[in-house]
Structure formats: structure tokens, C-alpha cells
């Protein structure tokens, strides 16, 4: 059991929030932890969770229990409470590349063009599948534990800026930013 849910085994749940939106969770990764007491172990459960409305949303959460459905039910939680706005260019894929770090945790994650699919590893690919991104490329450089792998995907995502944004955070228009070839000769000459 607790491979499969390494490999992303658990189905797909669908619900809705509270904006009506349908919400897909996946289960990351299950741990059996153990707690040593004077009469011997006590076992429990952690769960990492990811969740995200395929739309540009997601959120990731930790849960620990003495059952499995329960763990995976506050992690589920907790990653609904944590969920961050990611904008996508053209609903498909990131607008620049971006790098994330969290502790030993460093991914690099960079934009493709239409047809590449999702090419990254396992817990960067539930992220990017509960996110609704379907063309990038990411590269795990870091540690492969899935809790620092998951949080610096999420901490890079949550870096990542839209066009629009730089434009109006510098007071431009966005086709200020994206001037012509001839214009930049233009400029660089004056």
C-alpha cells in the first residue's frame, strides 16, 4: 500500500470549495512513523497531500494520525487553507523559468512550448497535474525527500509573476515591456 501511494496511486477525488470550484487531490507520499514509549511502539501515519482546482490554484499540506484515511483528511485540510494563485501563459505552461529552494530543497522549473507534456519527477509532477499546467520541464537538484521537494515547487510557483503584474507593479504597459527589435536599437543608440 504504501508504494502505490509513493507512486500517486490514489485516485483522483473531486469536490468542490468554496468558490464552487472542483477541487483534485493526490495523495504524495504515506510514512509509517513510530512514537517509543515505556511498553513498546506506537505506530501513526503521515500523509503528504496536494490539491489544486486544475485551473491555476494549488496548495500542498501535511497531515499525521493514527489511521491513513484520517492523515490523509487533515492533510487534505491543510493544503486547502495553504492554496496560492499561479499564473499560467496561455493556460498551459509557466510565462518565465524559475528557480525554488526550501532547507536542502532546490528545483528549477522552466517554461516549454505546446506539446511537451509534464517532464519532472514524482512529487513535482502531482503539483503540476493538480495545478492544470500541461507543458513544463523541472529538474530536482536537491533533496529528493518529497516534503523539501513539494514546498520548494510550491515556493517557486509562488515567485512566479504574470507579465500584467511586472507591468503594473513598474507603472508600464505591458507592450512597453515587449518593445520591438527596432525599438530597443533605438533606444540603445540614444
Known amino acids: ?18 468558490d464552487g470550484d472542483e477541487l483534485i487531490d493526490k495523495l504524495v507520499t504515506i510514512n509509517r512513523v513510530a512514537k517509543v514509549v515505556k511498553g513498546g511502539r506506537r505506530f501513526a501515519f503521515a500523509a503528504l497531500v496536494v490539491v489544486g482546482d486544475q485551473k491555476g490554484r494549488v496548495g500542498f499540506g501535511a497531515g499525521k494520525a493514527k489511521e491513513v484515511p484520517e492523515a490523509i483528511r487533515k492533510a487534505t485540510e491543510r493544503a486547502k487553507r495553504g492554496m496560492i494563485r499561479v499564473p499560467m501563459k496561455e493556460g498551459r505552461t509557466l510565462h518565465h523559468d524559475i528557480e525554488g529552494h526550501y532547507g536542502a530543497g532546490h528545483v528549477v522549473l522552466r517554461s516549454a512550448p505546446a506539446g511537451t507534456g509534464i517532464i519532472a519527477g514524482g512529487p513535482m509532477r502531482a503539483v503540476f497535474e493538480t495545478l492544470g499546467i500541461g507543458d513544463v520541464v523541472a529538474k530536482s ?44 536599437e533605438v533606444a540603445a543608440d540614444v
Open 1 to 18: 500500500m504504501a508504494r502505490e501511494a509513493r507512486d500517486g496511486g490514489r485516485g483522483r477525488e473531486r469536490e468542490r470549495d468554496r
Open 141 to 184: 537538484l536537491g533533496s529528493r525527500n518529497p516534503h523539501n521537494m513539494v514546498k520548494a515547487t510550491v515556493a517557486a510557483l509562488a515567485n512566479c509573476a504574470s507579465p500584467r503584474t511586472v507591468a503594473a507593479r513598474r507603472g508600464k504597459k505591458v507592450a512597453d515591456l515587449f518593445g520591438t527589435k527596432r525599438e530597443k
